[in-house]
């Protein structure tokens, strides 16, 4: 598989190309099968569904890999959360965490991945269809991110009843992230047991820390999911993506193989302080897609950038809604062209 092989910096004969959010509401055929499901999380709980739209991009715009159409959310749903998606405001958590008793009643471990069933299902599903030569990528929000909804009871601009906790009881927030951390560990596990490829670690909202305390509340974490999955399944590729960190890019270290770059991290200063040490993914500006020629403007600077280093082709972070589907597939194309090698 090209996009496995980029993981591992082997040598491939262009350089891959995939978009995060790839499987969303861009594509019309998306928007039919969403119909046909009722709601998001519904969608997300319907194992045929779930796969239709994670093979989509596939046929539909030409991507190396396809990634599992599932949300980073399902994890502390079933741990014991009760969440919903409310038009216009998002995820909702009925009833965030505040206290250490809260946390102790949520369920921990292999208990709680064990509940996601219908994700597994969609694993099995999807690799019984998908081409031999394309990759399926597997994912899980990092515990900070996943922390954040839990504790926020939903998106914030501010973080400011997580970071109180951090800066006034950081034993509790530390509580949180162990416990959410060793159910993401075995629920990446069951992942890759299901047939998934590669597993990527999203931290959506690492900008949210300052500097000094990144490692301590968010990374250390991450890399303690690596470290166990790399313990028992040392072939299988992990990406890193931290959204938002580049004053912190000399402070990354751990054992995992590339390091998604989000837009705001000019490329060249990722690849100088990290392309020695993994392959680099993304960056390119979501809203670039809105125009070809801002999109080849782009594609053609970070094949310039990447042409001597190990690289993947990606958006800096998920694609929009109302990106014309055309758009999409120039895109994927003319990264493909660009880099042939």
Known sequence: MIFVD?????????????????AGRYLPEYMRVRATAGNFLNLCHNPALAAEVTLQPIDIVGVD?????????????????ELDFIK????????PIVSEADIDALLGGKEAADRLTYVYETIKLVRKQLAP???LIGFTGAPWT?????????????????????????????KILAKVTEVVK??????????????????SWAAAIEPSKYD??????????????KSKYPHIPIIMFPKGIPAFLDKIYGNFDVFGVDWSTPMALAKEKLGDKYVLQGNMEPCRLYSKEATREC???LAETMRDGRHIFNLGHGILPDVPVENAKYFVSLCKELSKR
Request: charge should be negative.
């Open 133 to 135: 030569d394309k990759a």
């Open 186 to 203: 075995y629920y990446m596990e069951a992942q890759i047991e299901a047939g998934i490829d590669v597993v990527q670690i999203f931290d």
């Open 65 to 81: 890999a396809a990634i599992l159409f599932s949300d980073i959310l399902v994890v502390p749903n079933e741990m014991g959360m």
């Open 299 to 301: 594609v053609e600077s």
């Open 6 to 22: 980029a993981c591992l910096g082997k040598e491939t004969p262009y350089t891959p190309v995939w978009m995060m959010r790839q």
């Open 88 to 95: 216009g405001e998002g995820p909702v958590f009925a009833k």
């Open 146 to 174: 996943l922390a954040t909804y839990m504790i926020e009871g939903q998106g914030t601009k501010t973080y400011n009843i997580c970071k109180k906790m951090m800066y006034s009881n950081p034993e509790l927030l530390h």
């Open 216 to 229: 301590e509340f968010s990374w250390k974490y991450m890399v303690e999911i690596a470290d166990y999955l």
